[in-house]
C-alpha cells in the first residue's frame, strides 16, 4: 500500500466508527487504532495465527479467523482455476460471510484487501448505513467496476494499485444480496473478460496483418504488368 492510497483510507475514518476488513496484514493495527472497535477477517489460518499476538495490546481489534484449505498443485492455489473465476468466491464463501457471526450493529467503514473482494464488496451491503464507506484496494482493477452498480464512487487514487471510496447506493443499503445474485455478478464478469481477450487478440491479429500487407489481411496482392503501366 502507497502512502498516496494509505491517505486516501485514512479520510474516510473517524474515531467513533466500526471497522470492518477483509484481509490482515501491515495496516490492520494502524487502521484499527482509529476505530472504536475493529474487525479483521483473515482466510490463511497460519497468517491468522501469526497476527493474534500482535494483537494483545490492542483488545478493541479482534481477529475472525475463517480458514480455507489450500488446493492441489496447479489449481490456482486456493482452489481457483485463475486469480479470478467463479471458484473465487465458491471457495471463499465462508470467509466472505463471516461478519454474519459478528454483533449486528453496521459498519461505518470497510476495507476490502483480501480475496473474492468482488463477493465481499457485495456481499457487505447487508451491514452498511447510508454512510457507511467501502474501500476496495487494488481498485484500478477492471473487475471491481463491476460494483458501480450497487455503490457510488466518492473517491480514489490511480497511483500504485489504486484505491476506490464507495457508498452504497439508496436503494442497496442494508440489502442482502443472496449468494446467486453474487455469483451470476461473477458469471458476468466472466463473459466480459472473454470479451477482453477475444478483443485484444483481434486487435493483435490486425496489427499483424498491417506489418504483413494486404495480403495477411485477407486481401488480393496484385501486380501491375508492364502493359498497364
Known amino acids: 500500500m502507497t502512502p498516496a492510497e494509505a491517505r486516501l483510507i485514512r479520510s474516510a475514518m473517524f474515531p467513533s466508527m466500526r471497522y470492518l476488513e477483509y484481509g490482515s496484514g501491515g495496516s490492520t493495527i494502524p487502521f ?8 479483521s477477517v483473515e482466510h490463511d489460518a497460519e497468517w491468522c495465527e501469526r497476527m493474534k499476538p500482535t494483537l494483545i495490546a490492542t483488545p478493541h481489534i479482534s481477529m475472525v479467523c475463517s480458514p480455507v ?10 482452489g481457483s482455476r485463475t486469480p479470478f473465476d467463479a471458484a473465487d468466491f465458491a471457495t471463499f464463501r465462508a470467509y466472505v460471510h463471516a461478519p454474519d457471526a459478528l454483533p449486528p450493529a453496521a459498519f461505518d467503514v470497510v476495507l476490502i484487501d483480501g480475496r473474492a473482494r468482488l463477493a465481499c464488496a457485495l456481499y457487505v451491503l447487508r451491514k452498511l448505513t447510508p454512510t457507511s464507506v467501502v474501500i476496495i484496494h487494488d481498485g484500478n482493477r477492471k473487475r471491481y467496476q463491476h460494483v458501480a ?4 464512487e466518492v473517491g480514489r ?3 500504485g494499485k489504486g484505491a476506490v471510496l ?5 436503494k442497496f443499503v442494508g440489502v442482502a444480496l443472496a449468494d446467486a445474485d ?7 464478469v466472466a463473459r466480459i473478460r472473454a470479451g477482453w481477450h477475444k478483443s485484444d ?13 494486404p495480403a495477411a489481411a485477407g486481401g488480393k496482392a496484385t501486380k501491375r504488368g508492364a502493359a498497364g503501366a
Open 32 to 39: 484499527g487504532r482509529l476505530a472504536s472497535v475493529a474487525y
Open 157 to 159: 487514487e490511480t497511483g
Open 182 to 188: 453474487i455469483e451470476a455478478a461473477y458469471a458476468k
Open 166 to 170: 464507495l457508498r452504497p447506493r439508496k
Open 69 to 78: 484449505a489450500r488446493a492441489p498443485a496447479g489449481s490456482g492455489g486456493w
Open 149 to 152: 452498480k450497487y455503490y457510488t
Open 201 to 213: 487478440r483481434a486487435r493483435a491479429l490486425v496489427r499483424v496483418a498491417k506489418k504483413r500487407g
